[in-house]
């Protein structure tokens, strides 16, 4: 039985060109995340269903400007387009343009267009089009361009239809005529490359004498024939880039002359400039900006408590109803007590996560994430980043790893190791639920001025502290690190627009699942684990935890309920968990921390939210009322400290552990990223060095200062 591969097609545009939306409408909910082969650059996969029954995949590839590549992102997009013999060829490539500003849009298009791959323009935003006063002749850019030229709304789903059907067409698959005219000096190499190596058309065998480097699917002995090729005749890469873009504008000028029927109007820009005066102010731009974060901090607080709640209790009720009603025996145990408050730990965090992803979300689809990048710059370089230094850093809210991928963007390479060293200091989603259920037990619900939830403002607070220890590191690492290189900021600041609101949902789906489906495989794996080593012990020093507990409290007149407690309370203590604890107790004990604490903050190294997950599962264990449903908050607030016979987490304990996990690197995936993109351990290292000295420091001053 033979299986055929699915069509394949391959969307490519420049950033802000509505790219994401046509893919999330193609695809809806069935998309995957996933990496390009031998690479850590993510691609969005998903597939779609087309008129004639089949089902095509739809690869959403990195928004370029050129197919020259400057960037890991863009040299991953022109392999993409110049593998035309790889399985993973695309059958099809939707060039998506902005209809708004089509002239910046042509000069990718005619590049793709002329490696001679089945092609189709799609002309996006077609309605800021229409109300900037500009139409297009669709047939006469389609002839010219030897493509199917047809105008979207991917925000909207109009023209997608029309689009679909040219996906199955046969028309289209190569341009009447190359846009480029090849230099005379390029016409002999590009012919002996053509006729040696088996190349297409003369543009593809062009880019492979352009780009020496980047293209790796080239096995050694076809990359050492084109570098043959390459001395033979003289040839330079790069020599003829700038005239051929300027060539190419100048072809788009005199197209765009003969297709566009009406001239465009200005009044639609004059208002994004005046929202642009407001939002970009000297003082007004920070302003506006720190009261999103406000309004962002306040919501996760106030808006996710009721479902958090309700989580809470569902999770403490089912782990009570399976102590009670299932068989007594070590699976019962391991459900009740291991597996299902490790899960509870981390579902019930699952709204304020879709909290902090709807904001970014709407942020982005509405222009403004772009602002923000442009705002900061300022600030950036006067602490040794690049104004490109904020794309990772405000990525590093959600996650720290695709946020360090994403400073292959700066070219510069003392800024780009520096935004990686510092990235991980931005307070991700992972310490999210550390950061919630610490302030929920330390402090106080209330309201300031009658407006501000106290708990909100002590969350931004713990951002803005990570984010300050970010600039500050930064610029001790740009003054140890002695490279006299500048590199300046360059982008285009999308237009505004109201969030699409089904891209938001996409989002805040794709996001809490992975979230989720990631942080539960580890939380599973380590409360079985957990609850394996809180069960048990070496020796027979559980078999006579009673005996033990008697001879200790013979003296003492203790309840059925006291002397099993204590009981449960020897056999953690006397567990493989409590010697693990136990041991580093010392080194912890200045940060107020004992070691149930130790345990969960060794077992958190994997991920920082698994700190939840432990705690969650080490006090649950300790609990033997088989009636108790009480939450993971109020075991927590119930938790005595031995030495003192108060709580356990008094305010400077729980100050000291927000400010450790603020700090403190805390995540074996983020390291294993630093080491591929550093490309050796030296850097992950120092970073796991020095932020491990900072979390220690800071948490031993705060605990000593409030204590």
Same mark, same amino acid.
Request: one cysteine or more; a neutral charge.
């Given at each position: 039985?033979?299986?055929?591969?699915?069509?394949?097609?391959?969307?490519?545009?420049?950033?802000?060109?509505?790219?994401?939306?046509?893919?999330?409408?193609?695809?809806?909910?069935?998309?995957?995340?996933?990496?390009?082969?031998?690479?850590?650059?993510?691609?969005?996969?998903?597939?779609?269903?087309?008129?004639?029954?089949?089902?095509?995949?739809?690869?959403?590839?990195?928004?370029?400007?050129?197919?020259?590549?400057?960037?890991?992102?863009?040299?991953?997009?022109?392999?993409?387009?110049?593998?035309?013999?790889?399985?993973?060829?695309?059958?099809?490539?939707?060039?998506?343009?902005?209809?708004?500003?089509?002239?910046?849009?042509?000069?990718?298009?005619?590049?793709?267009?002329?490696?001679?791959?089945?092609?189709?323009?799609?002309?996006?935003?077609?309605?800021?089009?229409?109300?900037?006063?500009?139409?297009?002749?669709?047939?006469?850019?389609?002839?010219?361009?030897?493509?199917?030229?047809?105008?979207?709304?991917?925000?909207?789903?109009?023209?997608?239809?029309?689009?679909?059907?040219?996906?199955?067409?046969?028309?289209?698959?190569?341009?009447?005529?190359?846009?480029?005219?090849?230099?005379?000096?390029?016409?002999?190499?590009?012919?002996?490359?053509?006729?040696?190596?088996?190349?297409?058309?003369?543009?593809?065998?062009?880019?492979?004498l352009e780009q020496p480097n980047s293209l790796t699917f080239l096995s050694n002995e076809r990359s050492g024939a084109v570098e043959v090729i390459r001395k033979r005749h003289g040839f330079f890469p790069g020599k003829f880039q700038g005239a051929e873009t300027i060539n190419r504008y100048s072809y788009i000028q005199q197209l765009l002359d003969e297709v566009v029927i009406k001239p465009s109007n200005e009044s639609w820009r004059d208002?994004?400039?005046? /929202?642009?005066?407001?939002?970009?102010?000297?003082?007004?731009?920070?302003?506006?900006?720190?009261?999103?974060? /406000?309004?962002?901090?306040?919501?996760?607080?106030?808006?996710?408590?009721?479902?958090?709640?309700?989580?809470?209790?569902?999770?403490?009720?089912?782990?009570?109803?399976?102590?009670?009603?299932?068989?007594?025996?070590?699976?019962?145990?391991?459900?009740?007590?291991?597996?299902?408050?490790?899960?509870?730990?981390?579902?019930?965090?699952?709204?304020?996560?879709?909290?902090?992803?709807?904001?970014?979300?709407?942020?982005?689809?509405?222009?403004?994430?772009?602002?923000?990048?442009?705002?900061?710059?300022?600030?950036?370089?006067?602490?040794?980043?690049?104004?490109?230094?904020?794309?990772?850093?405000?990525?590093?809210?959600?996650?720290?790893?695709?946020?360090?991928?994403?400073?292959?963007?700066?070219?510069?390479?003392?800024?780009?190791?520096?935004?990686?060293?510092?990235?991980?200091?931005?307070?991700?989603?992972?310490?999210?639920?550390?950061?919630?259920?610490?302030?929920?037990?330390?402090?106080?619900?209330?309201?300031?001025?009658?407006?501000?939830?106290?708990?909100?403002?002590? /969350?931004?607070?713990?951002?803005? /502290?990570?984010?300050?220890?970010?600039?500050?590191?930064?610029?001790?690492?740009?003054?140890?690190?002695?490279?006299?290189?500048?590199?300046?900021?360059?982008?285009?600041?999308?237009?505004?627009?109201?969030?699409?609101?089904?891209?938001?949902?996409?989002?805040?789906?794709?996001?809490?699942?992975?979230?989720?489906?990631?942080?539960?495989?580890?939380?599973?794996?380590?409360?079985?684990?957990?609850?394996?080593?809180?069960?048990?012990?070496?020796?027979?020093?559980?078999?006579?935890?009673?005996?033990?507990?008697?001879?200790?409290?013979?003296?003492?007149?203790?309840?059925?309920?006291?002397?099993?407690?204590?009981?449960?309370?020897?056999?953690?203590?006397?567990?493989?968990?409590?010697?693990?604890?136990?041991?580093?107790?010392?080194?912890?004990?200045?940060?107020?921390?004992?070691?149930?604490?130790?345990?969960?903050?060794?077992?958190?190294?994997?991920?920082?939210?698994?700190?939840?997950?432990?705690?969650?599962?080490?006090?649950?264990?300790?609990?033997?009322?088989?009636?108790?449903?009480?939450?993971?908050k109020e075991r927590l607030r119930e938790e005595v400290n031995p030495e003192t016979g108060g709580p356990r987490f008094t305010p400077a304990v729980g100050f000291s552990l927000l400010v450790f996990y603020t700090f403190a690197m805390q995540c074996m995936s983020t390291l294993a990223v630093v080491y591929r993109e550093?490309?050796?351990?030296?850097?992950?290292?120092?970073?796991?060095?020095?932020?491990?000295?900072?979390?220690?420091?800071?948490?031993?001053?705060?605990?000593?200062?409030?204590?």
């Amino acid at each position: 039985m033979t299986s055929t591969r699915r069509s394949r097609i391959v969307l490519v545009g420049n950033p802000n060109s509505g790219k994401s939306s046509l893919f999330n409408f193609l695809t809806g909910l069935n998309q995957k995340i996933g990496n390009f082969p031998g690479v850590t650059v993510d691609k969005r996969a998903g597939s779609t269903s087309l008129p004639d029954g089949t089902v095509a995949e739809v690869v959403d590839l990195p928004g370029i400007y050129s197919i020259y590549p400057r960037s890991l992102d863009e040299r991953i997009v022109a392999e993409v387009l110049l593998d035309h013999h790889s399985p993973a060829a695309p059958d099809k490539v939707v060039i998506i343009v902005d209809g708004s500003n089509l002239k910046r849009g042509l000069l990718l298009a005619t590049q793709v267009i002329d490696l001679g791959v089945p092609a189709i323009v799609a002309m996006n935003m077609m309605d800021l089009a229409s109300k900037a006063g500009i139409s297009y002749d669709f047939k006469k850019l389609s002839e010219r361009l030897g493509v199917p030229v047809l105008g979207i709304n991917a925000r909207k789903g109009i023209g997608l239809e029309d689009l679909k059907k040219q996906l199955i067409s046969k028309n289209g698959a190569a341009p009447i005529k190359q846009v480029f005219a090849m230099p005379q000096e390029a016409v002999a190499p590009v012919a002996e490359l053509r006729g040696q190596l088996g190349v297409d058309n003369d543009y593809e065998a062009y880019q492979f004498l352009e780009q020496p480097n980047s293209l790796t699917f080239l096995s050694n002995e076809r990359s050492g024939a084109v570098e043959v090729i390459r001395k033979r005749h003289g040839f330079f890469p790069g020599k003829f880039q700038g005239a051929e873009t300027i060539n190419r504008y100048s072809y788009i000028q005199q197209l765009l002359d003969e297709v566009v029927i009406k001239p465009s109007n200005e009044s639609w820009r004059d208002r994004s400039r005046m /929202l642009d005066r407001i939002l970009l102010h000297k003082v007004w731009g920070y302003v506006i900006f720190f009261g999103i974060l /406000l309004l962002i901090f306040q919501s996760i607080f106030a808006w996710a408590t009721v479902l958090q709640d309700f989580i809470d209790a569902t999770f403490a009720e089912i782990s009570s109803w399976l102590g009670n009603n299932l068989p007594a025996g070590t699976l019962t145990d391991l459900l009740s007590e291991g597996i299902i408050p490790g899960i509870g730990g981390i579902v019930i965090f699952v709204p304020q996560i879709a909290i902090l992803f709807a904001f970014i979300s709407m942020l982005e689809e509405s222009g403004y994430m772009a602002r923000v990048v442009f705002l900061m710059d300022k600030i950036m370089r006067k602490f040794g980043l690049n104004g490109k230094s904020v794309v990772p850093l405000i990525s590093g809210v959600a996650c720290a790893i695709p946020a360090v991928m994403a400073t292959r963007t700066i070219d510069n390479w003392k800024e780009r190791i520096t935004t990686i060293l510092v990235t991980p200091l931005m307070s991700c989603s992972a310490r999210l639920p550390v950061f919630t259920i610490l302030i929920a037990l330390v402090v106080p619900e209330k309201t300031v001025l009658g407006v501000f939830n106290l708990q909100g403002l002590a /969350l931004m607070g713990l951002y803005l /502290l990570g984010f300050g220890a970010a600039l500050i590191s930064a610029l001790v690492v740009s003054w140890l690190i002695r490279v006299k290189e500048r590199s300046y900021l360059i982008m285009e600041l999308p237009m505004y627009r109201v969030p699409k609101w089904s891209n938001v949902g996409y989002t805040i789906v794709e996001k809490t699942r992975t979230f989720v489906w990631e942080a539960g495989k580890v939380i599973l794996a380590i409360s079985i684990v957990l609850w394996v080593l809180a069960s048990y012990g070496p020796g027979d020093e559980m078999a006579r935890a009673e005996e033990a507990v008697l001879d200790q409290n013979a003296n003492a007149r203790l309840t059925e309920q006291g002397l099993a407690d204590r009981v449960e309370a020897y056999k953690l203590e006397h567990s493989y968990a409590g010697i693990i604890g136990k041991s580093i107790e010392p080194l912890i004990k200045p940060l107020g921390y004992d070691w149930k604490i130790g345990i969960a903050l060794i077992t958190s190294f994997a991920a920082r939210e698994v700190f939840v997950g432990t705690i969650a599962t080490i006090y649950s264990i300790g609990s033997v009322d088989e009636d108790d449903s009480g939450t993971i908050k109020e075991r927590l607030r119930e938790e005595v400290n031995p030495e003192t016979g108060g709580p356990r987490f008094t305010p400077a304990v729980g100050f000291s552990l927000l400010v450790f996990y603020t700090f403190a690197m805390q995540c074996m995936s983020t390291l294993a990223v630093v080491y591929r993109e550093t490309k050796g351990w030296k850097w992950p290292m120092i970073q796991l060095g020095y932020m491990t000295t900072l979390a220690y420091l800071s948490a031993l001053f705060v605990y000593q200062i409030m204590s």
